[in-house]
């Protein structure tokens, strides 16, 4: 647990928690008892003397970050009513990254502390936030996330690593426990287990630890969230479609062609794994002929379409034929495994077109009732391939996966560099204790793997997996 | 040297209210300790010297600090519980120093952190100085004579019964009977009562404890076969001497007078074939022989009985022909306790080089007794279920005479403390071996005797025997359980060392690649006192006692080690430290899974770090509780 939630109640919090990079607004969130205070040193403007007296609500603003100003909507939450029942504010400011920092670093000199990965999410739930009637729903959550963890571990390791591991596992525990007799039984004849012996189990195990390594690194490439982007002819109901996934919509919607001009991200939960939506600005081929900022938004939006999962391709009901097929050329540049969904959107404004496109494997629409909603939601899961999504809660879930897949690496590594430690110690005659302390820190390392860490590490897991700032 | 502060420690509390000042004032005594066995002894010192009036009842006044099984103080894991018994103030150590035989330190070659000292003792002498320390300590007062049962009102321990129907008031007690408790013993087929020969067994207690609704289980423990020394061909056998220079259990001791005894030497043969074969034919008739050949793996075997049906690839087991004093004839056949029939101990020994006319004084045997499940104690080793009754040793599921000294020191001192309403002394895993010992007994439920290992211990690197003063002694002075006198030795050891450290950082080596002689230390082929013939100009005027360049050693090549520890630690610290309160109601938890839930409830760990060491309490299980604790906290 971090030193701030030590003292939670006590220490004021803060953190960005829009997603990094560039975007349209950025948010700053600040929880704790210190957040009228910051507010009311940071802030400067008319109404930013009244507030404090709101119960709730929205105002307008000027934030000084020390070197200018900055405008600023602050939504201010007082405790108990908030996210995390303590006195929190949000202040939506421009979404550009330097301003942003700059936001953050005049809260933190303010005296705010900088909330760990998770932490806003750990103070609602340690401070009740969650009340009785759900708490049993979310401390099965807990427990269950540690389950599907492992679950999601069974299934990711079908054919492999779940036997590699236990191979492994159970050969550093042999050795462990030779150095150990070795250790406890001086004078006996049944422990002690001569030098060349230990190199040798060592050796083997290195060769392991390496196979699985290869066969982890093979297997996976990426670990970042599932991305997911929106892509589609300008004012093709992008915006719309992002604000009716995130929970929190923050794109900005309008009439107005070209509104989203930057790349906006947010993080949403689809079947229980986090992924990140992206928005990009409309599909515009005459913006790059022109140097500008809008020719610089097409750009970063095509490289965001080519690192994306999948790509929920709106096409408007009254979208042109031509644009479908700029469009269309557009995915067909992308690479193989990205996959396209398409969704129809304004379907009241005319008749949809017929599935003629290759490279697309569903249709559903974006508006309508609540259902069409799920039923994208379900199409998403199924395109990433986060399966059961309806049907069978706690399955293995893509991000969970990707998550796994990088704690292995990671485990695996420290695991290999610990044993060939201790490799090198028995050549060069340390002594047994300290050789078995470092194979300690090996086995350590694969428990990390196999689930047996500490509470804290597992609060941490768990509290983490919510954006930062959320 | 500690170059980063140690972890903070817990607050604990006791978890009964501590006597009044009428019950206090009606009793004759603070503290009675029922046992004289090396539990007993501790319990009683330790408490005489927080300052507690103190009543020892034994059965036997000449038996006091009788070594009933192997005549030796410490062995591996053993003789670190030792040296931290001795830097808490204890008398093993001391008694050790006067009355041992033989010296030497265990695992030299395997690194600072895992050897230990071990001593062979003449057995009576032993007895005789123990007795002799308890006899001197002030405020410890003997009656001989079985007790015949607790005085136990509403929960309330009031004091103990004598035989004669007496009364001994006291506000604390402190059992430590060791196997005595529903004893029998096992030769073959033949089973009589007692824990010890010739010695009774007291019934009613076990009965007693039951009634309390204490959680009883049973243990068996065997002892080998002693051999008188004139049958034995000595000069066939393999020598095994002391060291030549034999460092001492206690801090206390002058190297001047030390060792005080002569010193003798053991012998060393082997089982063969033969024997195994003898053993085999016979294994129905051995009642120790638990059957399990693929058991708990290589780590404890308790009888030759055992050691030939799991090893069965082993063609030979060594055997320790030790003496068991200056002026005895007996020997103690380390390494073959057996509960096999007479005739059967007789017929295989028969077959072992040097033994072949060999007479037996008396045969192994195995005994069996009951023990209260140690999960009914708190950390203090105080029972949960009744005010003022604690427990330590044997009594509580555990092998050998060290780790009955430590539990008996913690809950002798305990017991002082409770009743006089001062904070419980409870030591944490990375403070001593005697804390590892504590936490494990308490959240366990022993199956097998509870032994000392050093692989027990996941902060072994930091508890080192040759340190033990300086972890333990501040500690135990803080609250009287220590004299000034110890304090001041070990700030004397403290400036020889930090004197030592300077001159390694200050002085470099000359020539290419010019590095401190801290860093050459560091080296694994490089000894400190190769680093004095190498550097012995620069390195005048360091202190040369032999435990100080040990210290220094062990600090330097340790240093890295020992801050990755403590880096673990620290994190662990706050899991580790969360109290949970006693009257947590784990039934009402929501979340956890049933095994978890019964698991806690019948274990009751009084912090996270214990609750996290049960078996079949998960991860999970853990963090659930972690965030009702922090929950309830903010409650409240």
């Known amino acids: ?261 930057d790349a906006l991200a947010v993080c949403i939960e689809v079947a229980g794994s986090p992924c990140l939506l992206l ?192 | 040297m500690r170059d980063t502060p140690d972890p903070v420690r817990p607050e604990r509390r006791h978890p009964h209210p501590s006597p009044d000042a009428r019950q206090r004032a009606d009793a004759a005594f603070d503290v009675v300790v029922v046992g004289g066995g090396h539990a007993g002894v501790e319990a009683a010192l330790a408490a005489a010297r927080l300052g507690a009036r103190v009543a020892l009842c034994t059965f036997r006044l000449d038996l006091i600090g009788e070594m009933s099984c192997n005549p030796a103080i410490g062995g591996l894991g053993k003789g670190q519980l030792a040296r931290e018994i001795d830097a808490l103030g204890g008398a093993m150590g001391r008694a050790i120093d006067a009355t041992g035989i033989q010296f030497r330190m265990l695992n030299t070659a395997k690194g600072h952190a895992v050897q230990a000292p071990r001593a062979q003792a003449d057995r009576h002498r032993y007895r005789e100085e123990i007795t002799r320390i308890v006899r001197a300590a002030d405020g410890v007062e003997l009656f001989a004579g079985g007790v015949r049962g607790l005085s136990i009102e509403d929960g309330v321990v009031r004091g103990v019964f004598l035989q004669d129907g007496a009364l001994l008031a006291a506000p604390a007690v402190v059992l430590t009977t060791g196997t005595f408790l529903r004893a029998v013993m096992h030769t073959g087929e033949t089973r009589e009562s007692g824990g010890r020969v010739g010695e009774a067994s007291c019934d009613g207690l076990s009965g007693e404890l039951l009634r309390l609704g204490l959680p009883l289980g049973r243990l068996k423990t065997g002892t080998p076969p002693r051999l008188a020394s004139e049958g034995i061909a000595w000069d066939r056998l393999d020598e095994q001497r002391g060291d030549a220079q034999p460092s001492p259990f206690s801090f206390a001791t002058e190297l001047q007078s030390f060792p ?49 049906m799991r090893f069965q690839d082993r063609d030979r087991h060594q055997i320790f022909l030790e003496p068991e004093g200056l002026d005895t004839d007996v020997v103690y056949v380390n390494g073959l306790s057996t509960s096999l029939p007479g005739e059967i101990q007789e017929a295989f020994l028969r077959e072992v080089e040097g033994l072949e006319h060999a007479r037996f004084l008396r045969h192994g045997y195995a005994v069996e007794y009951d023990f209260v499940q140690p999960a009914a104690l708190d950390p203090t080793l105080h029972v949960r279920a009744v005010r003022g009754l604690f427990l330590a040793g044997q009594i509580n599921g555990t092998s050998g005479y060290e780790e009955a000294g430590a539990q008996g020191l913690v809950a002798g001192a305990n017991a002082a403390l409770w009743g006089r309403d001062a904070a419980p002394f409870v030591l944490e895993r990375h403070e001593a071996y005697i804390g590892v010992l504590v936490d494990d007994l308490v959240v366990s439920n022993p199956t097998e005797p509870y032994r000392m290992f050093s692989s027990r211990a996941e902060y072994r690197l930091m508890l080192r025997q040759d340190d033990a003063d300086r972890r333990l002694t501040p500690l135990a002075h803080a609250i009287g359980l220590a004299t000034d006198e110890a304090l001041d030795r070990l700030r004397r050891r403290e400036r020889d060392i930090a004197a030592w450290r300077a001159r390694l950082d200050a002085v470099r080596t000359q020539g290419e690649g010019s590095t401190t002689l801290t860093h050459r230390l560091r080296r694994p082929d490089m000894g400190i006192d190769d680093l004095i013939a190498e550097h012995a100009a620069e390195l005048e005027g360091t202190a040369r006692a032999e435990d100080v360049k040990r210290t220094v050693e062990a600090d330097v090549k340790y240093a890295g080690y020992v801050d990755r520890q403590r880096g673990e630690v620290a994190r662990m610290r706050r899991q580790e430290s969360t109290p949970i309160p006693s009257d947590v109601d784990f039934a009402a938890l929501t979340g956890l899974r049933g095994e978890a839930r019964e698991k806690l409830a019948a274990l009751r760990p009084s912090t996270l770090g214990a609750a996290s060491r049960i078996a079949g309490v998960n991860p999970p299980d853990v963090a659930l509780l972690a965030v009702h604790l922090e929950r309830a906290r903010r409650a409240r």
């Open chain 1, 1 to 261: 647990m971090s030193a701030t939630t030590t003292e939670a109640g006590a220490t004021t919090i803060a953190a960005i928690s829009s997603p990094p990079g560039p975007a349209l607004r950025g948010i700053v969130r600040i929880s704790g008892p210190g957040t009228a205070d910051v507010l009311g040193r940071a802030l400067v403007g008319s109404d930013a003397s009244s507030w404090e007296h709101t119960a709730r609500g929205v105002f307008p603003a000027r934030f000084d970050d020390g070197i200018g100003t900055q405008p600023a909507l602050v939504f201010w939450m007082p405790g108990p009513h908030s996210y995390t029942r303590e006195d929190v504010a949000e202040l939506h400011l421009p979404g550009a990254p330097p301003l942003l920092d700059a936001a953050l670093a005049r809260v933190l000199e303010l005296g705010a502390a900088a909330a760990a990965p998770g932490e806003f999410t750990r103070r609602a739930f340690l401070n009740g936030r969650i009340d009785l009637t759900r708490a049993e729903g979310v401390l099965e959550l807990v427990q269950a996330t540690n389950e599907s963890e492992r679950r999601a571990a069974m299934h990711l390791l079908e054919g492999g690593l779940d036997r590699r591991m236990a191979g492994l596992r159970d050969a550093l525990d042999d050795l462990r426990g030779l150095c150990e007799a070795s250790l406890d039984f001086d004078e006996s004849d049944t422990g002690h287990v001569p030098e060349a012996e230990l190199s040798a189990w060592m050796d083997a195990i290195g060769a392991r630890l390496d196979e699985a390594l290869a066969w982890e690194v093979a297997r996976q490439p990426a670990n970042a969230l599932p991305r997911i982007l929106l892509f589609g002819a300008p004012n093709a109901g992008k915006s719309t479609l992002f604000n009716a996934l995130a929970p929190e919509g923050r794109a900005l919607v309008s009439d107005l062609s070209g509104t989203t001009r």
């Open chain 2, 260 to 308: 005080r005894l002569p010193q003798i030497a053991c012998h060393v043969t082997y089982t063969n074939e033969r024997c195994h074969e003898i053993i085999r034919a016979n294994i129905h008739r051995a009642p120790m022989y638990a059957g399990r050949i693929d058991g708990v793996g290589p780590r404890y075997c308790p009888s030759v009985e055992d050691k030939v």
């Open chain 1, 279 to 470: 928005d990009t600005p409309g599909l515009d081929p005459d913006a790059l002929r022109v140097a500008g900022p809008d020719a610089s938004a097409q750009r970063l939006a095509e490289r965001e379409r080519g690192g994306a999962d999948l790509i929920l391709w709106l096409v408007a009901a009254d979208g042109t034929p031509e644009a479908r097929r700029t469009e269309a050329a557009a995915l067909a540049a992308l690479p193989s495994a990205t996959r396209v969904l398409r969704v129809w959107s304004k379907g009241d404004l005319g008749a949809r077109p017929a599935d003629d496109d290759g490279r697309i494997e569903t249709a559903v629409p974006a508006q309508g009732p609540a259902s069409g909603l799920e039923a994208l939601h379900a199409a998403i899961a199924n395109a990433l391939g986060l399966e059961g999504a309806s049907d069978a809660p706690g399955a293995p879930a893509a991000g969970l996966q990707r998550e796994l897949f990088a704690r292995h690496r990671d485990a695996l590594v420290s695991a290999r560099r610990e044993v060939a430690c201790a490799a090198r110690e028995i050549a060069c005659g340390t002594s047994l204790d300290l050789v078995a302390e470092t194979l300690r820190g090996a086995s350590h390392a694969l428990d990390r793997i196999t689930g047996r860490t500490g509470a804290e590490d597992l609060l941490d897991r768990i509290f983490a997996r919510f954006c930062i700032g959320k």
